[in-house]
């Protein structure tokens, strides 16, 4: 196997080896919401730092490629976006961690009746599909899979649109769980960009595979939606 293609592999598991930590990240975020985990959000919390390390680990990998390579076609576009996959993986660990963080701030767990109405449940089981699935389309490259996540975040898009008003409601009618609603609030809206950095993903995986550029393309749309 040539040597360009030896550290490719090397960039790709480098990658794979942050996506699942990232995505135990992400889970586990869940698992710490529905139960009031603060130790488990601690831990998730902790392994942030992990996920910095192999951040500037494999920018700098890239960089070294660039230097002894000089990449160009597919060569290039497949350094240009684990670069891009990366910096979404960090900012995803980030959000996983800030979820975490408002766990700590809560005193019990957020009501199974609360979760239900403002459709916060399905917001991670759909966010965490995606993410799963764009591992699997790096590895694999399926055309119809990776459009598919790009469809899952209009999904999450319309329900933290109509967040507000569940939350305000609620807020309205037990003003003793102000602060509660608040908090909900902001996981939603973190769940929501969790969806934005995966559609990214997606996006760069499709430019690397078939050398098409979807990112402004999905912005208009997106705006259209809304």
Not at 204 to 211: C, G, M, N, S, V
Request: aromatic share 6%; with cysteine.
């Amino acid at each position: 196997m040539p040597q360009i293609d030896i550290e490719l592999n090397k960039l790709q598991e480098k990658l794979l080896e942050m996506w699942d930590i990232v995505e135990y990240q992400l889970s586990s975020s869940r698992e710490a919401m529905l139960t009031n985990d603060v130790e488990l959000a601690g831990k998730v919390i902790k392994l942030g730092k992990k996920v910095n390390r192999y951040d500037v680990k494999i920018d700098r990998q890239c960089e070294n490629f660039f230097a002894l390579f000089n990449p160009v076609a597919v060569d290039l576009r497949q350094v240009l976006s684990v670069l891009k996959i990366n910096a979404n993986l960090e900012r995803i660990g980030d959000t996983a961690e800030g979820i975490c963080r408002i766990v700590e701030k809560l005193h019990e767990p957020i009501s199974q009746e609360l979760a239900a109405e403002s459709r916060l449940l399905e917001m991670y089981d759909v966010a965490l599909s995606m993410f799963v699935a764009s591992r699997q389309v790096l590895i694999t490259y399926d055309p119809v899979a990776a459009r598919e996540i790009l469809k899952q975040d209009k999904l999450l898009n319309k329900i933290y649109r109509k967040s507000d008003k569940v939350i305000a409601s609620f807020m309205n009618n037990n003003p003793a769980g102000i602060e509660v609603g608040l908090h909900l609030y902001n996981i939603i809206k973190k769940l929501e960009r969790v969806g934005d950095q995966v559609t990214n993903i997606a996006e760069e995986i499709i430019f690397y595979r078939d050398a098409k550029v979807l990112r402004h393309k999905a912005r208009k749309k997106k705006k259209k939606d809304q």
